[in-house]
């Protein structure tokens, strides 16, 4: 199963390339999901995290983060599933962070099998949704630090 979804920002890219990096970005968005943080080392290479969601009870979900290019113009690094509950048998979900111009993409691109192909397909919605808000969210959260930096 696939899922990939673009989100424009009218921010300083370095902004949004360091709250990638920065572990309250991630606490805020999982806030209001039904999802735990237990741990996060980051995003390079081998760095992990340990997250719990709830779906019919708290499940483990850990992933290791492969660091892939940081620049002037651009950020990447993806999450692979080392450890996935409710049968899912594979985990990617590859971010990047890109400067356009005086604009910054956000592209989240998520795979993700599950070992049953039906079953696959019933949890499509709930594992894409976390990611789905986030075009809302992203756009929340960047503009409160554009608003909060006029005003400084």
Same mark, same amino acid.
């Given at each position: 199963?696939? *899922? +990939?979804?673009?989100?424009?920002?009218?921010?300083?890219?370095?902004?949004?390339?360091?709250?990638?990096?920065?572990?309250?970005? /991630?606490?805020?968005?999982?806030?209001?999901?039904?999802?735990?943080?237990?741990?996060?080392? =980051?995003?390079?290479?081998?760095?992990?995290?340990?997250?719990?969601?709830?779906?019919?009870?708290?499940?483990?979900?850990?992933?290791? $983060?492969?660091?892939?290019?940081?620049?002037?113009?651009?950020?990447?690094? +993806?999450?692979? =599933?080392?450890?996935?509950? /409710?049968? /899912?048998? !594979?985990?990617? $979900?590859? $971010?990047?962070?890109?400067?356009?111009? +005086?604009?910054?993409?956000? +592209?989240?691109?998520?795979?993700?099998? $599950?070992? *049953?192909?039906?079953?696959?397909?019933?949890? *499509?919605?709930?594992?894409?949704?976390?990611?789905?808000?986030?075009?809302?969210? *992203?756009?929340?959260?960047?503009?409160?630090?554009?608003? !909060?930096?006029?005003?400084?």
């Amino acid at each position: 199963m696939k *899922y +990939t979804q673009n989100v424009i920002l009218n921010n300083d890219f370095s902004i949004v390339k360091n709250s990638f990096q920065d572990i309250k970005f /991630l606490q805020y968005l999982i806030k209001w999901q039904p999802v735990k943080l237990i741990s996060w080392d =980051g995003i390079k290479n081998n760095d992990k995290a340990h997250l719990k969601i709830w779906f019919l009870g708290w499940k483990d979900f850990k992933v290791i $983060h492969k660091f892939n290019e940081e620049s002037d113009i651009i950020l990447s690094f +993806t999450d692979i =599933g080392n450890h996935l509950p /409710l049968g /899912l048998s !594979h985990w990617e $979900h590859h $971010h990047i962070i890109k400067k356009k111009n +005086t604009k910054v993409v956000v +592209t989240d691109d998520l795979k993700f099998e $599950h070992q *049953y192909y039906l079953i696959g397909l019933l949890l *499509y919605v709930p594992l894409i949704f976390p990611i789905f808000i986030r075009k809302f969210f *992203y756009k929340i959260y960047f503009k409160k630090i554009n608003n !909060h930096d006029k005003k400084d």
